[in-house]
């Protein structure tokens, strides 16, 4: 199954951002583990953080002046923040470029991991380090729809319920970008589902 993650990411087209407006930049990592249950690695902020504390993400941050470009931003945020070493990852591509609700361009990047990667996570930053079966996102378990109206577009994004974590947001369309391209889910952002209600 990872040989076909990689051929499809790899010769995957993000979409681009198309704006008229200049971003600050970051980037985030989707840590895939190898094996035969394949686990997405997501991060829990801790509270006191001035931007999603509190809330569900993958490993990431802005980019710092010296990075020479957003994979780099990627792998030395994830090193930060939950002591994932560089060198354990093997990118496979990015994804789409969204821009958060804090006016952030983010850039995902998808990395294949060792299933077990013993995580050294940064209290400061991060409260607890968690992974989801991708297998759990392929069948779209959403427990709510948040509808999110944005440069003209009617945006319906899942919010996920695993293990006590709500999985929403950013992370959640990138989650369904990945699951569209690895599984052709046919995951809708810009249709609500069948069973909507607004959250």
């Known amino acids: 199954m990872l040989d076909e993650l990689l051929r499809r990411v790899s010769s995957?087209?993000?979409?681009?951002?198309?704006?008229?407006?200049?971003?600050?930049?970051?980037?985030?990592?989707?840590?895939i583990t190898r094996g035969d249950t394949p686990e997405l690695v997501l991060t829990l902020r801790a509270k006191?953080?001035?931007?999603?504390?509190?809330?569900?993400?993958?490993?990431?941050?802005?980019r710092d002046p010296e990075d020479?470009?957003?994979m780099y931003t990627a792998l030395r945020e994830a090193e930060e923040e939950?002591?994932?070493?560089?060198g354990l990852v093997e990118i496979v591509g990015p994804l789409s470029p969204l821009v958060s609700k804090h006016g952030i361009k983010v850039t995902p990047f998808v990395g294949i991991?060792?299933?077990?990667?013993?995580?050294?996570?940064?209290?400061?930053?991060?409260?607890?380090?968690?992974?989801?079966?991708?297998?759990?996102?392929?069948?779209?378990?959403?427990?709510h729809t948040h509808r999110i109206d944005y440069a003209g577009q009617s945006w319906y994004v899942p919010?996920?319920?695993?293990?006590?974590?709500?999985?929403?947001?950013?992370?959640?369309?990138?989650?369904?970008?990945?699951?569209?391209?690895?599984?052709?889910?046919d995951i809708s952002l810009h249709r609500p589902p069948a069973h909507f209600s607004a959250v």
Do not use: C
């Not at 968690?130 to 427990?143: A, I, N, T, Y």
């Open 12 to 31: 995957h087209t993000p979409r681009i951002l198309e704006t008229d407006q200049r971003f600050p930049e970051a980037a985030v990592l989707l840590p």
């Open 82 to 86: 939950i002591g994932l070493p560089p």
């Open 159 to 185: 919010s996920y319920r695993y293990d006590g974590y709500k999985i929403w947001g950013l992370s959640a369309i990138m989650i369904v970008e990945l699951m569209n391209l690895l599984y052709d889910a």
């Open 48 to 62: 006191g953080l001035s931007t999603h504390g509190g809330e569900v993400a993958f490993p990431g941050g802005r």
């Open 113 to 143: 991991i060792p299933d077990f990667v013993e995580y050294r996570a940064n209290d400061a930053e991060i409260a607890a380090v968690f992974s989801v079966p991708l297998e759990f996102f392929r069948q779209d378990p959403r427990e």
């Open 68 to 70: 020479p470009d957003l």
